[in-house]
């Protein structure tokens, strides 16, 4: 094989959907995988944003390799119409779940768009996708110049959905990403008495913070296992990110470049306050280990 080389790796994009979760990840080899399927009220102008239409419409993704789906709550799922055009060749989300345990931990305003979750999930079923299932073993798909692991805590009481958010964990060559969902103290209890877990997630370049930062999701431990170079924070203006400041000083610092303070060593950023969050991955060649370039507005 020869040594030639790679211009970018791997694009992760954590998108701006105020109270919400949103990422996308596209690779050298032209993989398209999302996490979670958040949307959110754009100030400018008032409407509501879909990434899954963004991407279809703005950069030609027809069509999704892998979506994962950390849990059923709405600010999760908000974009779930969109998905069943996008035609995922594999879809992981917590299947273990019953009609019951999601309409009882959720808001009865939310009743339709669970329904429509529901829906969806079993056209994807029906219509016979791999990989559809959740399970607290290590499970992953390899792209090569991608792996993507993920775990499903199941021994938390189901009246918190936030309990039961699957765990990704992105490798692109020497870097790792770890998105954790809404997942909190009791969820963590079983993930780091999980040894596969805590041999593989060890050591991560970039967190993004569980629960949209709250304090309830911060666990200490967690932070002692994964070291993160930066911390990621999605949520919106109107929330209490309340514990930014316990992430910043567990962070250990990453070059970030945005277009209002130029380039600096950062600690946290959050999508209230830096909006889309762009983590581009590359190398010079084979043999080369991977770099980050995180990009704000």
Not at 21 to 27: F, G, I, N, V
Not at 56 to 63: D, I, L, P, T
Not at 95 to 104: A, V, W
Not at 200 to 215: E, N, S
Request: proline share 4%; net charge neutral.
């Amino acid at each position: 094989m020869g040594n030639f080389p790679f211009r970018s790796q791997c694009d992760l994009v954590i998108w701006n959907v105020q109270h919400g979760s949103a990422a996308y990840l596209k690779t050298s080899s032209g993989k398209h995988v999302i996490f979670d399927l958040g949307t959110g009220t754009q100030a400018e102008p008032m409407s509501t944003f879909s990434p899954l239409k963004h991407l279809r419409e703005h950069h030609n993704v027809s069509k999704l390799d892998f979506a994962v789906i950390s849990h059923p709550h709405a600010d999760h799922i908000g974009d779930v119409y969109e998905l069943l055009g996008m035609a995922p060749s594999k879809v992981v989300y917590p299947n273990h779940l019953s009609e019951r345990d999601i309409l009882g931990d959720n808001k009865q305003s939310d009743k339709n768009l669970l329904q429509l979750y529901q829906c969806v999930m079993s056209r994807l079923i029906h219509n016979k996708y791999p990989a559809i299932f959740s399970s607290l073993l290590p499970n992953n798909v390899n792209y090569g110049d991608a792996k993507i692991t993920w775990w499903n805590p199941r021994s938390c009481a189901t009246s918190n959905l936030n309990n039961h958010s699957i765990v990704v964990l992105i490798e692109c060559g020497n870097i790792k990403v770890l998105i954790p969902g809404d997942n909190e103290e009791c969820a963590w209890n079983e993930m780091l008495s999980n040894s596969d877990f805590k041999k593989i997630a060890g050591d991560v370049d970039i967190l993004v913070a569980p629960h949209h930062g709250r304090q309830s999701a911060y666990c200490s431990a967690l932070m002692d296992l994964v070291s993160p170079k930066l911390t990621v924070i999605s949520d919106s203006y109107k929330s209490d990110t309340s514990a930014v400041d316990l992430y910043s000083s567990e962070s250990t610092g990453v070059r970030v470049v945005s277009k209002s303070r130029g380039t600096e060593i950062r600690y946290c950023v959050t999508t209230r306050k830096d909006g889309v969050i762009v983590i581009r991955i590359s190398r010079d060649g084979i043999f080369s280990p991977s770099t980050l370039d995180v990009r704000v507005n």
